[in-house]
């Protein structure tokens, strides 16, 4: 229980941009914008980048090792 949780008879309004706090546009939920979609996006993928190789090659080979 969180004071400031959102009521549940509130208007169902879209969340706050999680980029600049902005009320997110229907075509762009969650974000205000394009703009704010892109920011996000890019958080992404350099998160995604940013992460070191892990062991793709241990993973998913499964060379078909295995006979029925
Ligand atoms: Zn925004």
Redesign the pocket.
């Known amino acids: 229980m969180t004071p400031d949780e959102t009521p549940p008879d509130a208007a169902p309004a879209a969340a706050p941009?999680p980029?600049?706090?902005?009320p997110a546009a229907p075509a762009y939920t969650p974000?205000?914008?394009k703009?704010?979609a892109d920011v996000d996006l890019q958080r992404w993928l350099s998160g995604r980048y940013a992460i070191p190789g892990r062991d793709e090659d241990a993973l998913g080979q499964d060379d078909g090792s295995r006979e029925e």
Do not use: A, M, N, T
């Open positions: 941009c980029i600049c706090g902005k974000f205000c914008s703009r704010c």
